[in-house]
């Protein structure tokens, strides 16, 4: 492990007060792709840590999403009678049937997510840090196993997968390792991310794509878009912007457009779209 004073002093912060947060802004700046490999790894540590600290004091306590679900009574011991609805199925009949007793129980609610994060050269320094951070809230929010992340840049990669639980603090390292360099490629990061979901047999499947909808390389996105079940797109607004594709791949994915004035407001935007999953 190395000594956080060298982590300090390679990134130019003072080894006494040293900040994590600050750390996570200043991996992928430029002029830092040299900095030994484990002085960087020591500093993705510390700086997820700080990462993921603020993204539980963002979220506040955990609450499983679950949902009321009524079914046939099947196990007496499950769920809670509802008289309302068994009275309603057996009424005008002398003795109510099987099929007629129904119960109620909240259960955890079903969902697979798949989230594209732009991850570009426009990405690198502190808007690293922020994604970081909006990718730790919503591994906070999503059972582990159900979230799958897809950076893009020139290309696009799995970062985690559908039914492979990784913990939100391998997550946020995985992003904070990321170069954040090269073009913006929107058609494979979509290609990609529905063919994820595609393979996913949960019944609400939904695609998160954050991006200004500026395409740099790869062809029009919209093909791929159409192929989601639900794909919503969060608008980054703090440089240049494609408002028309971005509408266009919320309309093609049945999904709604939110929109990001500014990059530090990106976690906030994200923690309202997780908890309306």
């Not at 559908?162 to 090269?182: F, K, N, Q, Y």
């Not at 192929?227 to 912007?241: A, Y």
């Not at 999904?255 to 309306?276: C, D, S, T, W, Y």
Request: charged fraction near 30%; include cysteine.
């Amino acid at each position: 492990m190395a000594n956080p004073e060298a982590v300090a002093l390679q990134y130019g912060l003072d080894a006494a007060s040293l900040d994590g947060w600050e750390l996570a802004g200043r991996i992928s700046e430029v002029g830092m792709e040299r900095v030994d490999i484990r002085l960087k790894e020591e500093a993705i540590r510390l700086a997820a840590r700080a990462v993921i600290r603020r993204a539980c004091r963002l979220v506040g306590p955990m609450r499983i999403a679950k949902r009321l679900r009524h079914t046939v009574m099947t196990d007496p011991f499950r769920g809670e009678l509802n008289i309302e609805r068994t009275l309603e199925n057996a009424a005008g009949k002398d003795t109510p049937e099987d099929s007629d007793w129904i119960v109620s129980a909240r259960e955890e609610h079903e969902r697979a997510v798949c989230l594209m994060m732009d991850a570009s050269f426009s990405m690198s320094g502190r808007n690293l840090a922020l994604a970081s951070l909006a990718v730790a809230v919503l591994a906070l929010k999503i059972p582990e196993g159900d979230l799958s992340v897809v950076t893009f840049e020139s290309s696009a990669r799995l970062l985690t997968r559908l039914g492979e639980p990784r913990a939100a603090h391998d997550v946020v390292e995985g992003i904070l390792r990321l170069p954040a360099r090269g073009y913006t490629n929107l058609e494979d990061a979509l290609e990609k991310g529905s063919r994820e979901l595609a393979r996913c047999g949960h019944s609400r499947r939904v695609g998160l794509l954050v991006t200004d909808g500026v395409y740099t390389v790869g062809g029009d996105p919209s093909r791929w878009a159409a192929r989601f079940p639900r794909l919503h797109v969060l608008m980054t607004q703090d440089h240049k912007v494609n408002e028309d594709l971005c509408r266009k791949l919320a309309r093609l994915g049945q999904g709604e457009l939110f929109r990001v004035q500014q990059f530090e407001e990106m976690p906030a935007r994200m923690l309202e779209l997780a908890n309306r999953l």
